[in-house]
């Protein structure tokens, strides 16, 4: 066979299947993840970088998104279609929306939501802009050919369960409903409304974007997010959180079956 055909006969090879994709924003909600990774390698698509190996006997492939929507839905959609993983898991650091969350603990995403979703009404100059007039917008795919209605994606049950059942020494480890948007929010009533309005437990900027993805492509997903402040009790984040929270998957991925 000549060398080129060869090479483009390669290139067209569907990639082997990996057990996990593992999603981080940040280097410091990844290192633990890639320190654990055994046979690393390095892979860039675009923009976004992947480390596969194996973690406990797991294949997995390991994702820098980088912060926000655009990022993390990316990533997603090229890490499916790269590494055809079995399952997703989005994690990292979160914001508390719940006043009952506190530092260190885990939130384990029964839901995961998008927060900045909302429509307004019609309102004349002068009458101010108020969240009390506006109603939460819900997202739409077409699953299986025909538009569904998406106000929420939810986790994973098997993986749920397995997370909620990991032994954890820093806090609690709690099911929840995970909110994602590109914002940073410090406002309490605002963080009030957005808790009122969704139900969110906690804050970030990629998870629901990812699991939305994730849904699209029939990936089972879950994400897993470890409070990192709160304005409730700890309004400075905690950069250590990440590395906490990416310690504590790395754990997860040696224990599933």
Not at 21 to 42: I, N, T, W, Y
Not at 61 to 79: E, F, Q, W
Not at 120 to 145: C, E, F, N, Y
Not at 176 to 181: D, E, F, L, M, Q
Request: glycine share 10%.
């Amino acid at each position: 066979m000549r060398p080129l055909l060869c090479l483009l006969l390669m290139a067209a090879a569907p990639a082997a299947a990996e057990d996990l994709l593992v999603q981080g924003a940040m280097d410091s909600e990844l290192q633990p993840l890639l320190a654990a990774l055994e046979g690393k390698r390095e892979v860039r698509l675009g923009a976004w970088t992947f480390w596969t190996g194996r973690i406990g006997g797991k294949a997995v492939a390991v994702s820098r998104t980088d912060m926000g929507p655009i990022n993390a839905a990316a990533a997603t959609a090229l890490g499916i279609r790269e590494f055809h993983p079995a399952a997703v898991i989005n994690q990292g650091t979160a914001g508390a929306h719940n006043p009952e969350l506190k530092l260190w603990d885990i939130v384990a995403g029964e839901k995961t939501v998008d927060y900045g979703a909302f429509r307004s009404v019609h309102a004349d100059a002068g009458q101010g802009s108020d969240p009390a007039r506006w109603t939460k917008m819900i997202h739409h795919l077409r699953t299986d050919g025909e538009l569904a209605d998406y106000p929420f994606f939810s986790g994973d049950p098997a993986l749920l369960t397995a997370a909620l059942g990991r032994a954890y020494a820093r806090g609690r480890v709690v099911k929840g409903t995970i909110g994602s948007a590109y914002e940073l929010n410090r406002e309490l009533d605002r963080i009030l409304w957005l808790r009122k309005t969704y139900g969110t437990d906690t804050e970030d900027m990629e998870s629901a974007f990812a699991a939305g993805v994730a849904a699209g492509m029939k990936t089972p997903f879950l994400a897993i997010r470890i409070v990192s402040d709160s304005e409730w009790s700890h309004p400075v984040f905690e950069k250590a959180a990440g590395e906490v929270c990416a310690e504590f998957v790395a754990g997860l991925i040696r224990t599933l079956k």
